[in-house]
């Protein structure tokens, strides 16, 4: 499978700073002047980490814990190379389906393509339930009440500005059948998050997703709403 490093800007700030910061801390000779540097670079790793094998493994978790029958219809909001569409897809026989969308921003996620995601669903044999269109998640071009799931890992958050990301989620609200599960999967705006939710009428649990989520220092939640 194909796999992109979400934000691949902020590792590569955290590596251009420590560089820097290497300089004049060799030219001091100072040893306690080099922990500022190391400390960009250790960022800079357990950011990378996340992006290629720590988010992977909270999705793996996430999906496992949800125990989604076979025939649900599923949407994946930002599905960038396609970790929760994959997961999910794994899941699910005709005439279930899981349909992925994305704006695929290359900022967003590096090598961000339709192209590269319809590959990763071939490679893994999943065509049959698994597809991808280009969409915007503040105006999703789905029915009200036509999924069983609707997911958002690490999307959301890019949205902007805050009413942006709660049309985002009220639009997922829409397209989700009664009864059906919101699931969030993210770094920032958890509160903000939260509060829209249960603002329209969800009941919501949160909890944390322990190191394999940790960006650089930020820790990722998972948000999982009842409509």
């Known amino acids: 499978m194909k796999k992109g490093i979400d ?30 540097p190391a400390l960009m670079f250790v960022l800079a790793i357990v950011f990378i980490y996340t992006s290629l094998s720590g988010k992977y493994k909270i999705i793996h978790q996430v999906v496992k814990s949800l125990d989604i029958p076979d025939n649900s219809k599923v949407l994946d909001l930002g599905t960038g190379h396609g970790a929760v569409l994959l997961e999910v897809a794994k899941k699910l026989k005709q005439p279930g389906e899981v349909i992925g969308i994305d704006i695929w921003q290359s900022a967003d996620q590096s090598n961000n393509s339709q192209v590269v995601t319809q590959q990763n669903i071939e490679q893994a044999q999943l065509a049959e339930v698994a597809k991808v269109k280009t969409a915007d998640m503040i105006k999703l071009p789905f029915s009200n009440n036509e999924f069983d799931y609707v997911f958002a890992s690490f999307a ?17 609200l829409r397209v989700l059948k009664d009864g059906g599960h919101l699931v969030i999967i993210d770094m920032e705006h958890i509160g903000e998050f939260k509060r829209t939710l249960v603002k329209n009428g969800c009941r919501v649990t949160i909890h944390h997703a322990g190191i394999d989520g940790i960006w650089g220092w930020i820790p990722t939640s998972v948000i999982i709403a009842e409509k």
């Open 7 to 36: 934000a691949p800007i902020v590792p590569i700030i955290f590596i251009v700073v420590g560089i820097i910061g290497v300089i004049p801390a060799w030219q001091s000779q100072n040893p306690y002047n080099f922990i500022f």
């Open 156 to 172: 959301i958050h890019n949205v902007k500005p805050k009413s942006q990301r709660e049309l985002a989620i009220s639009e997922a």
